[in-house]
T-cell receptor, first 114, second 111 residues
Framework: GAGVSQTPSNKVTEKGKYVELRCDPI?????LYWYRQSLGQGPEFLIY????????DSGLPNDRFFAVRPEGSVSTLKIQRTERGDSAVYLC????????????FGPGTRLTVL | KQEVTQIPAALSVPEGENLVLNCSFT??????LQWFRQDPGKGLTSLLL?????REQTSGRLNASLDKSSGRSTLYIAASQPGDSATYLC??????????FGTGTSLTVIP
C-alpha cells in the first residue's frame, strides 16, 4: 500500500477483555515496529520484527501482550485481560530493512479500556 | 538504555522566525537519528533521517545536524510558518535494535 495502515482507528473495551490491533506495513518493508504512546509522552518501544520473527520484544510490558507477524507482512498486537493502564495510542511503523532505515508510521489505534 | 531528552518542551514564536530544537542522547553508539513531526491526534510524519556517518541532512526549510561525540542533534527550522505548529520528536537507535524517542517539543508559530 501507499503507507502504513492500522485498524481499528479507535477501540473501546472493558477491563478484562481481549483485544487485537492490526498493522499493515508498507509493501516490501521487512522491518515492523510497535510502539505505545501515552498522552504528552514520546512513543515507547514495544516490539520489533524483522521478517516473521520478533528480533526484539524487550519492550513488551508483561505477558499479557503478544504480537505476531506470521507471513512477514501484516502484524497483530494482542492484549489479553486488558487493564485501564493499557489505555494509550498504539503506533505501528515499518522500514525497508531494519533500524538503519527510515521509519514510516501509521496513524495509530487509540485504545480505551473502561 | 538510551535516554533521549528534548529541550525546550514547548516553544512559541512569531511567524517568520528561525528556530532551533534540541535533542540529546546518552548512547554515543547511536546508529542513526530521525526527526518526526506529530500533529494532534495523528501519527508521526518523518522529516529527516541522519545516519551515524553523516553530520547533517536538509529538506526545504529544515536542517538537522548530528554530533555523536557530544550526544546532540538539532533541528533548525527557517522562516517558520503557522503550518509548522506541531510536536517535534527525535528518535535514536542502534543497528538491529530498538529506537528511543524523546518526549517532544511542542511548537506554536503565531501568525
Amino acid at each position: 500500500g501507499a503507507g502504513v495502515s492500522q485498524t481499528p482507528s479507535n477501540k473501546v473495551t472493558e477491563k478484562g477483555k481481549y483485544v487485537e490491533l492490526r498493522c499493515d506495513p508498507i509493501s516490501g518493508h521487512t522491518a515492523l515496529y510497535w510502539y505505545r504512546q501515552s498522552l504528552g509522552q514520546g512513543p515507547e518501544f514495544l516490539i520489533y520484527f524483522q521478517g516473521t520473527g520478533a528480533a526484539d520484544d524487550s519492550g513488551l510490558p508483561n505477558d499479557r501482550f503478544f504480537a505476531v507477524r506470521p507471513e512477514g507482512s501484516v502484524s497483530t498486537l494482542k492484549i489479553q485481560r486488558t487493564e485501564r493502564g493499557d489505555s494509550a495510542v498504539y503506533l505501528c511503523a515499518s522500514s525497508a530493512s531494519g533500524t538503519a532505515n527510515e521509519q514510516f508510521f501509521g496513524p495509530g489505534t487509540r485504545l480505551t479500556v473502561l | 538504555k538510551q535516554e533521549v531528552t528534548q529541550i525546550p518542551a514547548a516553544l512559541s514564536v512569531p511567524e517568520g522566525e528561525n528556530l532551533v530544537l534540541n535533542c540529546s542522547f546518552t548512547d554515543s553508539a547511536i546508529y542513526n537519528l530521525q526527526w518526526f513531526r506529530q500533529d494532534p491526534g495523528k501519527g508521526l510524519t518523518s522529516l529527516l533521517l541522519i545516519q551515524s556517518s553523516q553530520r547533517e541532512q536538509t529538506s526545504g526549510r529544515l536542517n538537522a545536524s548530528l554530533d555523536k561525540s557530544s550526544g546532540r542533534s538539532t533541528l533548525y527550522i527557517a522562516a517558520s510558518q503557522p503550518g509548522d505548529s506541531a510536536t517535534y520528536l527525535c528518535a535514536g537507535g542502534r543497528a538491529g535494535n530498538q529506537f528511543y524517542f524523546g518526549t517532544g517539543t511542542s511548537l506554536t508559530v503565531i501568525p
